[in-house]
C-alpha cells in the first residue's frame, strides 16, 4: 500500500511447517496461561500424505477470560458446527451470524473449537496455523501456547482413547493493552499500533480501506500424525527445490515421514509423456532422499513470454502412488543494467518487463485455501495480461493453492514477508523474542514454498523504511537488522534462485524516490500530478502504484443499492482513504475528471449521476492505460509496475481493478489493451511528434501490418499510412509517425498552424495476412481529451447464438470512445474499449453461472460510448 501523505502514511498460507518452538503468549486478564515448553520442529515441506484430524469441529464464543480451561466451559453452551481449517468468520458466516457490512469485532471475546475422537498410544499433533493467540488442550491438559498466526507447531501427545481437543482463541486487544515499549515512530494507519507486539496478519486493522474483519481461529489445517500407521502414504511431507545445470533441470526431492522410512523409492519426473525416473534412498531413519537429472528441460516462463512449463513428481511407494509437486526450471535475476539506481528482472536471461496488480485477500472473511477460493482471481490476472502479482507486506501469506495457481498459469510472484511499517528495532538482542519469531515465520515459508517457479522476488516488508524518513526519524534509523541480516541470510540459505528486496518501496535518497531501485508511485494519483510526470519521474520499478477509487459495473452497485453517488453514506463508507487525510480517493479520481475531461465533478454528480459514473469509469481507464503505455514505450526507463489493487474487498467504488463480486471493472479492461505480449502504443512526443511503439514479447517471429489513420471529425481520413514489421522474437521498435507520411503533419497538434485537422489517430496492428479481421493491438491518440471533444459515433448492435454461444457485435459509423455495454443477464469478454470508424466488434456474451444457466437467459442490453448522446440498445432475434 501507499503512504501518500506524510501525516496519513499507509502501512505497508500455507503457514510454513519448519523449526518451530512454541511459543509463550499470556491471556487476558484474570486467565493466565501457562507457558508451553519447547517442542519438536515441525517436519519441512509440504502435506501430500492424509493426515488430518478427522472429528466433528464445533466453536463457542464466550467472553474474554469467561475460561481458564475447558472445564470451566458451561456443560450446557451452544456449540455451533465449525468448518477445520477456517476462521471465526467463516464458522460465523456458515451459521449466518456474519454481515460483511457491518463485522462483528472478533477480538473483544474468547472463542473456543472443540472435536472428539478416537485413539490410543502417541502421537504428533500438528497445527499449521493457530490465528493469534492460541491454546491448546487435550484431554483439560494444556499442550502448547502461541502468539504467532503465521508459525507451524507441533508437540507430541499420548492419547487415552476417547479423546477431546480444544483449541481457545485468546480475545486480542485486551491482551494488547498490556504492551508497551520504545518505538522510533508509530505507523497512523495500523490500529492499534501495538499489533507489533504479536505476529498477526494487519487486514482488519487498516480503517480508511480495509474493514474490520478480524482473523481469529484454525486458519491452516489440524494433523494428527502416527508414526505407527500402516498407511505408507500417511502424514508424509515432500520438500522439492530445483535448478539449473546448463540445459539440464535438476530435481531434488526430500520426503519426511512420521514413522520410519522406507528402505528407498522410485520417483519421476513427467511433461506430457515424457517421464524421467530416479530412486529414493534413506539419508536419516525418517526421509528419504534423492536428485533426478532431466535432460534438456523445458523451461517455465511467464505467460506472455512462453509456456509455464512444469513438471509433475511422483514417488512410488510399493504399490501406490505420491502426488509430491510440481516444479518448473528457471532462472530469475536482478538486471540493474550497468545502473546502480536502474532494477529490473531477467527471467531465463530474458528482460522482462513485469505489470500486474497487488492482491490484498482473496477470501478476507475466511482466508481460505483452495483451488475454488483463489481460481477465479488468477484467472482473471492472467486474462489481463498481467505477468506478476504481489502479495504485501500489510496482507496476509496465501496458501498452497495460491502459488499452485500462479505456477499453472504463468504468474511471477512478488511476497513481500508479512512485516509493514513498524519499528522492529535497530538492536536484534533487545528484540531476541520479535526475532526468534520471525526467523521461524521466514525459514517455514521458504521451506515449505521451495518448489514454486512463480516465487520470483522476496521482499522483506512494506514500507517500514518509507515510513520512518516521513515521520521525520534519522536517516541511520531508517534501516533494520530484520531486512539487513535475518531475512536476507535465510533467503540466500533457502532460495537462493530469487530476487531479494529489502523493503518495498527502497534505494534512493528518499526510500521512495520513483527513479531509483523500487518504488510506491502515486505521482499520477494522489499526488494529483499530471500524465507527464509517468515519464518526468523517471520511475524504475513501481511494486505499487495508481490508486482511484474504482467505480463499480451497474450491475453490482445496482444489487448492493449503490447506484446513487449522492449524499449516501453507504457509498462513501466504501470510498477508500488514507488515515487523517482530509481528502479520499474519490475526490483524486475527481481531481482528473475535471482536469482530462474539463467537466465540473459535483455538478455532475447531481444533475447527471449516470453521466458522472460513466465519465468516472472512463478516466480511470484512461489514466492507466496511458502510464503504462508511457512505462511500457521503447526507451522507457521502467521495468515494471503493478496497480493497488486486483481486487476490492467490499462493493463499492473501492482500489480493485476487479469489484467484490469479481466483475472487472473499466481498469482492468483498459489495462488488458496495453498489457498484450504484442502490442502498439503511441507515445506525445511534442515537437517530436507522434511515436509508434510496437512490441512483441513472444518467443516467436511476427509479421504483422501497422496501419496508422488520423481522423477528423472521428469519421473522415486526414492522413493514412500502413507499413509491414517483421518483429524478431522480443524485440521492440520505435517508429516516428512523420516518417510514415510523405508530407509534413502536425499529429499531436503542437504547431498549431491554423485549426486542428484530426481529432484521433488510430494505430492498429494487424496479422499480415489478415488486415481486415479483428485487430491485434490498437492504440489511440487524442490532441484534446475532453469529454465533448467529439462527434457522436451513431453506434448499433445485433447478438447472435452460435453453437449454444452468444455473442455480440458492435459497429460505429464514427470513432466512439470508450465504449462499454450494459447486459441485462451477461457479462462480455470485452468492454471498455475504443472503435474506429467502420469497424465492427464481435464479442462473446458470458453468463456468471456458467453455461447450465446460460441455457434460459436471452441477451439484451444497451451499448454506450463516452462521446455518445444515447446508448444503442440490442435484444436477442425474437424476444
Known amino acids: 500500500m501507499s503512504a501518500r501523505d506524510p501525516a496519513a502514511l499507509v502501512p505497508g498460507q500455507s503457514a510454513g511447517i519448519t523449526s518451530a518452538t512454541a511459543a509463550a503468549a499470556p491471556a487476558p486478564a484474570p486467565a493466565p496461561v501457562p507457558t508451553a515448553s519447547t517442542e519438536p520442529a515441525p517436519t519441512p515441506g509440504v502435506a501430500v500424505g492424509p493426515c488430518a484430524l478427522a472429528g466433528e469441529w464445533c466453536w463457542l464464543e464466550t467472553l474474554a477470560g469467561a475460561a481458564r480451561a475447558p472445564s470451566e466451559l458451561a456443560p450446557d453452551a451452544p456449540w455451533l458446527p465449525a468448518p477445520v ?8 458466516r456458515a451459521a449466518g451470524r456474519w454481515d460483511d457490512s457491518a463485522p462483528p469485532p472478533l477480538h473483544r471475546h474468547d472463542y473456543w473449537y472443540r472435536v472428539r475422537f478416537a485413539g490410543s498410544g502417541a502421537r ?8 493469534t493467540l492460541a491454546e491448546v488442550w487435550l484431554n483439560g491438559v494444556l499442550v502448547l501456547t502461541t502468539r504467532h498466526m503465521f508459525a507451524a507447531h507441533q508437540v507430541a501427545v499420548q492419547l487415552s482413547g476417547d479423546n477431546t481437543l480444544h483449541l481457545c482463541f485468546r480475545a486480542l486487544h485486551p491482551w494488547l493493552r498490556t504492551q508497551r515499549g520504545q518505538v522510533r515512530w508509530k505507523p497512523r494507519m495500523i490500529v492499534p499500533p501495538t499489533l507489533r507486539a504479536v505476529r498477526t496478519t494487519l487486514l482488519g486493522h487498516m480503517p480508511g480501506w480495509c474493514p ?19 498407511d505408507p502414504l500417511h502424514g508424509v511431507r515432500a520438500e522439492a527445490s530445483t535448478r539449473l545445470d546448463g540445459t539440464d533441470g535438476i530435481i531434488a526431492l526430500a520426503l519426511h515421514f512420521p514413522g520410519p522410512a522406507p528402505a528407498q523409492a522410485r520417483w519421476l519426473a513427467a511433461h506430457g509423456d515424457s517421464e524421467v525416473w530416479g530412486s529414493l534412498a534413506r539419508t536419516s531413519e525418517h526421509v528419504l532422499a534423492g536428485t533426478l537429472r532431466v535432460p534438456h528441460a523445458r523451461l517455465w516462463w511467464p505467460h506472455t513470454h512462453g509456456e509455464p512449463a512444469l513438471y509433475r513428481v511422483e514417488a512410488r511407494l510399493g504399490t501406490q502412488a505420491l502426488h509430491c509437486a510440481q516444479v518448473g526450471f528457471r532462472t530469475v535475476a536482478e538486471d540493474r543494467d550497468g545502473e546502480p539506481c536502474a532494477f529490473a528482472l531477467r527471467v531465463n536471461g530474458e528482460r522482462i518487463f513485469c505489470r500486474g496488480a497487488c492482491v490484498s485477500s482473496l477470501d478476507l472473511p475466511g482466508l481460505a485455501d483452495s483451488d475454488e477460493a483463489v481460481g477465479h482471481w488468477l484467472r482473471l490476472a492472467r486474462d489481463a495480461g498481467m505477468n506478476m502479482v504481489r502479495v504485501s507486506g500489510v496482507t496476509c501469506y496465501p496458501g498452497e493453492a495460491f502459488y499452485r495457481g500462479c505456477d499453472a498459469l504463468g504468474l511471477l510472484v512478488w511476497q513481500d514477508f508479512m512485516f509493514a511499517n513498524f519499528d522492529y528495532g535497530a538492536d536484534p538482542q533487545a528484540s531476541r523474542g520479535l526475532m526468534d519469531d520471525a526467523a521461524r515465520e521466514v525459514g ?12 520470483a522476488v522476496l521482499c522483506g516488508g512494506s514500507e517500514a523504511e518509507q515510513q520512518a524518513a516521513m515521520l521525520g526519524t534519522p536517516r541511520g534509523d531508517w534501516r533494520q537488522p530484520l531486512f539487513d541480516e535475518l531475512i536476507p541470510g535465510l533467503v540466500a540459505r533457502h532460495r537462493a534462485d530469487v530476487v531479494y528486496v529489502r523493503n518495498s518501496p527502497s534505494e534512493g535518497a528518499w526510500p521512495f524516490q520513483p527513479d531509483t531501485g523500487v518504488t510506491h508511485y502515486y505521482g499520477v494519483g494522489a499526488y494529483q500530478r499530471p500524465l507527464a510526470d509517468a515519464r518526468l519521474a523517471s520511475v524504475r520499478f513501481a511494486s505499487e502504484c495508481l490508486a482511484f477509487a474504482n467505480v463499480p459495473c451497474a450491475r453490482t452497485l445496482r444489487e448492493h443499492g449503490l447506484t446513487q453517488p449522492l449524499h449516501d453514506p453507504r457509498w462513501k463508507a466504501r470510498v477508500p482513504r488514507d488515515a487523517g487525510a482530509a481528502w479520499d480517493f474519490e475526490d483524486i479520481r475527481d481531481f482528473y475528471l475535471r482536469a482530462l475531461y474539463q467537466v465540473d465533478p459535483p455538478r455532475l454528480r447531481y444533475e447527471h449521476p449516470a453521466r458522472y459514473l460513466a465519465l468516472s469509469r472512463a478516466v480511470v481507464a484512461e489514466l492507466m492505460a496511458e502510464v503504462f503505455s508511457e512505462w511500457r514505450r521503447v526507451g522507457s526507463t521502467c521495468a515494471g509496475g503493478l496497480v493497488w489493487q486486483l481486487q476490492d474487498l467490499l462493493p463499492g467504488a473501492g482500489w480493485g481493478i476487479v469489484d467484490a463480486c469479481g466483475r472487472p471493472k473499466s481498469p482492468w479492461h483498459a489495462l488488458r489493451t496495453v498489457w498484450q505480449p504484442l502490442q502498439v502504443l503511441l507515445t506525445d512526443e511534442g515537437l517530436n511528434g507522434l511515436h509508434v511503439h510496437v512490441i512483441n514479447e513472444t518467443a516467436q517471429p511476427r509479421t504483422v501490418r501497422l496501419a496508422l489513420r488520423c481522423l477528423r471529425d472521428g469519421e473522415a481520413v486526414a492522413a493514412q499510412a500502413q507499413q509491414v514489421l517483421r518483429l524478431p522474437p522480443r524485440a521492440s521498435c520505435r517508429i516516428a509517425a512523420a516518417a510514415m507520411l510523405d508530407q509534413f503533419f502536425d499529429f499531436t497538434y ?3 498552424f491554423g485549426p486542428p485537422a484530426h481529432d484521433v489517430v488510430l494505430a492498429t496492428l494487424h496479422a499480415d495476412d489478415d488486415s481486415a479481421g479483428t485487430p491485434l493491438s490498437q492504440a489511440v491518440y487524442l490532441p484534446d481529451r475532453s469529454a465533448a471533444a467529439l462527434a457522436a459515433p451513431e453506434l448499433h448492435g445485433s447478438v447472435e447464438c452460435a453453437q449454444g454461444q452468444w455473442w455480440l457485435s458492435v459497429g460505429t459509423r464514427r470513432f466512439a470512445r470508450w465504449v462499454h455495454i450494459e447486459d441485462h443477464a451477461f457479462l462480455p469478454e470485452q468492454d471498455w474499449f475504443h472503435l474506429g470508424p467502420g469497424e465492427t466488434r464481435r464479442i462473446r456474451l458470458m453468463h456468471e453461472s456458467g453455461p447450465a444457466a446460460a441455457a434460459g437467459a436471452i441477451p439484451s442490453g444497451e451499448i454506450y460510448a463516452i462521446n455518445a448522446d444515447r446508448p444503442a440498445s440490442y435484444d436477442a432475434p425474437g424476444a
Open 444 to 455: 517455514q515459508w521458504l521451506q515449505s514454498t521451495r518448489a514454486h517457479p512463480a516465487i
Open 750 to 752: 503542437a504547431y498549431r
Open 212 to 230: 474490520p474483519v478480524h482473523a481469529v481461529g484454525p486458519w491452516r489445517g489440524i494433523e494428527l500424525l502416527d508414526p505407527a500407521s500402516a
Open 85 to 92: 481449517p477456517g476462521t471465526v468468520a467463516a464458522a460465523m
Open 124 to 131: 504428533t499433533l500438528r497445527c499449521n496455523g493457530l490465528a
